[in-house]
């Protein structure tokens, strides 16, 4: 979806995600960075791990990391932000 589309709440999920996840993933590409690249992530049947992309199982790899990913800290603002950024993908 393009960012003109965006409801405030995706605007400010794309601005943590930049400040938060950018150095390691890419938004726009499947092509990995550090970390897998994440577009069309929550379209998918199941992310690297093999779990399904559901908002619960991305907000356990956020908060808590997952591999070589690190845990990131969020507030409760910031994940639903965040989570809604990520369904734009």
């Known amino acids: ?6 409801t405030p709440q995706e605007a400010r999920g794309a601005a943590v995600f930049r400040e938060h996840c950018a150095r390691c993933h890419h938004a726009t590409s499947t092509r990995a960075l550090h ?11 199941a992310m690297p791990s093999g779990a399904p992309p559901t908002n619960g199982r991305l907000t356990d790899v956020i908060l808590h990391g997952y591999g070589l990913m690190p845990a990131t800290n969020l507030t409760n603002r910031q994940l639903r932000e965040l989570l809604a950024y990520l369904h734009t993908l």
């Open 1 to 6: 979806m393009p960012p003109s589309q965006w």
């Open 35 to 45: 970390g897998p690249g994440l577009q069309a992530l929550t379209k998918l049947k």
